[in-house]
């Protein structure tokens, strides 16, 4: 089946660094999306990417859907403490079934 | 930006009871709802997809008659987790879609003494 690659597993970073996270895979998708998640609560949508080459941002994130459709990175700059939390990236295919990655831990030092 | 509820945040029940969950999108009309189950330190794992009108699509491995669902309208749907095992403990998380991106709940913790 479909599987996305991401990396880091985890960061921890002094407050004001900027932060780069990414995610592959081996099929293409339509859509990529970005979520946080805090603990004990659902995720949040960031940033959704609906073309290849397409570059967002939102605030201090920035989000491009990779060129190939099979990749997409998402950059924080100027971390801050809130930032803390987990990054998701997901990509879709044509239907409505999300395929997740497992996760980038963010942790900040201030 | 879209907002989905969910009710109960938590809930711990006795082994052998049902539960249910509830999962409204607020302020769109979800054409879509999803229900995911995520265990500590992992990603979400989608449980069920279900189109309002229609039966739930359960992904391989999740017992349709164990977990019910339910999308009765364009914002609502519930999940019921029947006869409750300890194994069934976790963080239930619905999402919904009108046509664009999901957006998700905040989340269930259930617990199953």
Known sequence: GQQLNQSPQSMFIQE???????????????????????????????????????????????????????????????????DVGIYFCAGQLGGNKLVFGAGTILRVKS | GAVVSQHPSWVICKSGTSVKIECRSLDFQATTMFWYRQFPKQSLMLMATSNEGSKATYEQGVEKDKFLI????????????????????????????????????????????
């Open chain 1, 16 to 82: 004001g660094e900027d932060v780069s996270m990414n995610c592959t895979s081996s099929s293409i998708f339509n859509t990529w999306l970005w979520y946080k998640q805090d603990p004990g609560e659902g995720p949040v949508l960031l940033i959704a990417l609906y073309k290849a080459g397409e570059l967002t941002s939102n605030g201090r994130l920035t989000a491009q859907f990779g060129i190939t459709r099979k990749d997409s990175f998402l950059n924080i700059s100027a971390s801050i403490p809130s």
């Open chain 2, 70 to 113: 339910n999308h009765a309208s364009l914002t609502l749907s519930t999940l019921t987790v029947t006869s409750a095992h300890p194994e069934d403990s976790s963080f239930y998380i619905c999402s919904a879609r009108g046509g664009g991106p999901q957006f998700f709940g905040p989340g269930t913790r259930l617990t199953v003494l």
